[in-house]
């Protein structure tokens, strides 16, 4: 069953947050697939619509699937950033945990486009302490790089189907033959009104989460 809101239904849950599931039965979790729309470009854009092969791009709000966008309206959620990431062939990207004010859970549903057999790895740090900050000049945010010899492998998906993941935990991409883009959507959570917790959003799709 779908969340099928009116305008009075915001209203009222907007003064009853816990409207939704329970949100302990997704604490422990790294990434949960979630059965949604494949496509988040919209047509006629794809991958091939930005400049090539850049590593790190902003994408415009206009170049996404709306579907994607009504359905995140209707769960309370809003896009912070929307970003493309592209990796070449057989690259082990930086262990790093991403950006967010004061916070160690930072939500994010991606889309993988390409990358066959590439994965999304989670680590545990020794002693959590991080390398080095790295600051984006794309979007100014700050992102703190760990040191692999320091990492053990907690968990890794392939993506195949588009996730909500944990971008607060150190955590890399590696790809095999093929190159890899990422379409990655940073939420923000209307009705706590700051970065969306991880276990909120898996509670918002519920609906959606595929076992
Ligand atoms: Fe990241």
Not at 138 to 166: A, H
Request: hydrophobic share 40%; charged share 20%; proline share 5%.
């Amino acid at each position: 069953m779908r969340f099928e809101l009116t305008n009075n239904d915001f209203a009222d849950r907007a003064l009853r947050p816990l409207g939704y599931p329970d949100i302990n039965i997704f604490m422990n979790h790294l990434y949960l697939a979630l059965n949604i729309p494949n496509e988040i470009l919209r047509e006629p854009f794809t991958v091939h619509s930005f400049p090539t092969k850049r590593r790190h791009l902003l994408v415009p709000a206009i170049h996404l699937n709306f579907s994607i966008l009504s359905l995140l309206n209707n769960l309370d959620l809003n896009i912070l950033q929307a970003e493309l990431f592209y990796s070449e062939p057989n690259f082990f990207s930086d262990i790093h945990t991403d950006y967010a004010n004061n916070t160690n859970d930072i939500s994010k549903i991606n889309w993988l486009i390409y990358g066959e057999n590439s994965l999304l790895n989670w680590y545990d740090t020794s002693a959590n302490q991080h390398l080095r900050s790295i600051s984006s000049a794309i979007d100014g945010n700050i992102y703190k790089g760990y040191n692999l010899n320091e990492c053990t492998l907690i968990d890794s998906t392939d993506l195949c189907r588009p996730s909500l993941i944990q971008a607060g935990v150190p955590h890399n991409s590696v790809t095999r033959d093929e190159p890899r883009w990422s379409v990655s959507l940073t939420l923000f959570d209307r009705l706590t009104k700051q970065h969306a917790k991880f276990s909120d959003v898996a509670s918002r799709f519920s609906q959606y989460i595929i076992q």
